[in-house]
Every structure is written in structure tokens, then in C-alpha cells.
């Protein structure tokens, strides 16, 4: 009975350590920044505040440009997509031809509440610096936040096809 106990324990134990190291990955990942990010003045601003675009399924697609430095330096606003949660919109700035610099103009946690909010705050982070390793919209949603990734990928691609 007592080795039983102790394997149980151990398994637990091992368990809440996976657990652990996985939510801390998360964390750290989503709170990264991109030191090798030149901040220099850019030339051009291009804005489409007025662009509404809506998401109507979990099943929209997304186009992806290309992350071989086609991207004309600059900053772009991409348009405001309308979700369930609330509208989400993206600046993204380009030097070097790639992707420097994602920033929320609005996101759903600004107009969602508690528990949405929550999962916007750490899913956003997130989707930013996937943004900035991928070069293009064509990134992985997180679980349980896939209406943010969304209206962030369609906003983040309005603001790409501007810069080619």
C-alpha cells in the first residue's frame, strides 16, 4: 500500500512540475521582447481607421505575405476588425523590410470583461512575437483565445498587404 501511495505521489509530483514549466514557458514567452529590433524614425504612416471588416465563423482564412524583407518600410494600421468580444485593430511597423514592431491600437480587452480580458492580456503578447518570428500573419491561435486571433490576424494582414 505504501509503495502504491508513494507512486501516486510521485506521479503528481511530476505532473504539477510539466504543468508548471509549461505555464512559465508561456509567460516568459509572452513577455519577451525583441532586443535585435532597430528603433529608427520611419518614413511612411499609412491610416484606415474607417475599414471594418467582420468575422462571422472560427473557420476564416487567413493570407499570408511573405518573409523574405518584401515589406516596404513604414508604419501601417491595419483595418478594425469586428469579433464577438469586441473590435481589434494593429499598427505594425516595418524597417529592413521586415516586421519590427506589432502594437494593439484596440483589442477585445478593452471592451471585453473579466475572463476575456484576462485571456486577451496574455494571449496578445503572445501573438506579437509570433508575429515578429513568423514575418506574417500566418501564426498558431492560442486555445481558448482564438476570437482574439482572429480579428488580430485579419487586422495584422490588412496592415501587411498595405506594405507591399
Same mark, same amino acid.
Given at each position: 500500500?505504501? #509503495?502504491?501511495?508513494?507512486?501516486?505521489?510521485?506521479?503528481l509530483?511530476?505532473?504539477?512540475m510539466?504543468?508548471?514549466?509549461?505555464?512559465?514557458?508561456?509567460?516568459? #514567452?509572452?513577455? +519577451?521582447?525583441?532586443a $535585435?529590433?532597430p528603433?529608427?524614425?520611419?518614413?511612411t &504612416?499609412? %491610416? =484606415?481607421?474607417?475599414?471594418?471588416?467582420?468575422?462571422?465563423?472560427?473557420?476564416?482564412?487567413?493570407s499570408?505575405?511573405? $518573409? =523574405?524583407?518584401?515589406?516596404?518600410? *513604414?508604419?501601417?494600421?491595419?483595418?478594425?476588425?469586428?469579433?464577438?468580444?469586441?473590435?481589434?485593430?494593429?499598427?505594425?511597423?516595418? =524597417?529592413?523590410? #521586415?516586421?519590427?514592431?506589432?502594437?494593439?491600437?484596440? $483589442? &477585445? +480587452?478593452e %471592451?471585453?470583461? *473579466?475572463? $476575456?480580458?484576462?485571456? %486577451?492580456?496574455?494571449?496578445?503578447?503572445?501573438?506579437? =512575437?509570433?508575429?515578429?518570428?513568423?514575418?506574417?500573419?500566418?501564426?498558431?491561435?492560442?486555445?481558448?483565445?482564438?476570437?482574439?486571433?482572429? *480579428?488580430?490576424?485579419?487586422?495584422?494582414?490588412?496592415?501587411?498587404? #498595405?506594405?507591399?
Amino acid at each position: 500500500m505504501k #509503495k502504491i501511495l508513494a507512486v501516486l505521489v510521485t506521479g503528481l509530483i511530476a505532473v504539477a512540475m510539466v504543468l508548471d514549466a509549461y505555464f512559465l514557458l508561456l509567460m516568459n #514567452k509572452g513577455s +519577451s521582447t525583441d532586443a $535585435s529590433a532597430p528603433t529608427t524614425s520611419q518614413a511612411t &504612416t499609412t %491610416d =484606415s481607421t474607417s475599414d471594418t471588416t467582420s468575422v462571422s465563423s472560427s473557420s476564416s482564412t487567413i493570407s499570408t505575405s511573405s $518573409s =523574405s524583407g518584401k515589406y516596404k518600410d *513604414g508604419t501601417y494600421k491595419g483595418s478594425s476588425v469586428s469579433t464577438q468580444w469586441g473590435n481589434v485593430q494593429v499598427k505594425v511597423t516595418i =524597417s529592413g523590410g #521586415k516586421i519590427t514592431d506589432v502594437t494593439m491600437v484596440h $483589442s &477585445t +480587452s478593452e %471592451d471585453g470583461e *473579466g475572463r $476575456s480580458q484576462a485571456i %486577451d492580456n496574455q494571449a496578445e503578447p503572445v501573438y506579437i =512575437s509570433e508575429t515578429k518570428k513568423a514575418q506574417s500573419a500566418d501564426i498558431q491561435a492560442i486555445s481558448g483565445a482564438t476570437v482574439t486571433n482572429e *480579428g488580430y490576424t485579419q487586422s495584422l494582414q490588412s496592415a501587411l498587404d #498595405k506594405a507591399v
